[in-house]
């Protein structure tokens, strides 16, 4: 068995001058892919019991899936949250921290589109109900592209400012841009957490580098049968 580890980033309908609007998932594709996975049994996890699967430990969940959401759009709240929370599942609100109740860009140069970002409150009540926050560093760089003190500084920085809002510890990252090498993984768990989510396709399955988690994206482009067939059916 393996454990789909699904991917979003925007829940909303398309910005009529955005460049990328693959990142867009509506909230009438979002709702029908939840009631989809709902009605075939599946249930969200604690990404900790991703990573005592992928050491080989045995999970109790039959149908286990985790569902991730990278940047930390206020979409996210406003469209997926109460979708989630309706249909008893949680996720993963991995957040860039320069971001945080701001309008800001976070695609490359091409993208003029700005986006709200969710703000303190909104973080604290998602996560008050369950849903886990993870860091997505400060300022959203590409990670592998950084000299060794300013990547610290991401991935430590980031680190506090969210243990100290919600005064628990933040345990995973996700790599901007999916950009990493065998230098960022080792700073990523020298800054103390516990494991990292790449944009590697793929699900998680036992043996997997905990500084290496696969994921499957989910864009707007995704029909319900396509999305079906790389969610849960592709190995
Ligand atoms: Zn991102």
Redesign the pocket.
């Known amino acids: 068995m393996k454990i789909p580890v699904l991917y979003y980033?925007k829940i909303d309908y398309p910005k009529k001058d955005a460049v990328y609007k693959g990142l867009y998932v509506t909230p009438k594709q979002f709702k029908r892919q939840i009631a989809l996975l709902k009605f075939l049994g599946y249930d969200t996890i604690n990404p900790k019991e991703i990573l005592s699967f992928v050491k080989g430990h045995e999970i109790s969940v039959k149908k286990p899936l985790l569902i991730t959401f990278?940047?930390g759009y206020e979409n996210n709240y406003l469209n997926a949250y109460p979708v989630l929370k309706s249909a008893g599942f949680t996720s993963v609100i991995?957040i860039?921290t320069g971001f945080i109740g701001k309008k800001n860009i976070?695609s490359d140069e091409r993208e003029k589109v700005r986006e709200d970002f969710l703000n303190k409150s909104e973080i604290k009540d998602m996560f008050k109900d369950g849903f886990f926050i993870g860091s997505?560093g400060i300022n959203?760089y590409y990670l592998d592209r950084l000299e060794e003190g300013v990547l610290i500084g991401e991935l430590i920085a980031s680190k506090a400012y969210l243990e100290n809002m919600l005064n628990a510890p933040v345990d995973f990252f996700?790599y901007?841009?999916?950009a990493y090498n065998a230098n960022v993984m080792r700073a990523v768990k020298k800054a103390g957490y516990l494991g990292a989510f790449t944009t590697v396709r793929g699900k998680a399955g036992v043996g997997d580098n905990s500084y290496e988690l696969k994921r499957i994206p989910v864009n707007g482009y995704n029909n319900i049968f396509n999305f079906l067939y790389k969610t849960l059916i592709l190995q």
């Open positions: 980033h990278d940047d991995f860039s976070v997505h959203h996700s901007p841009f999916g």
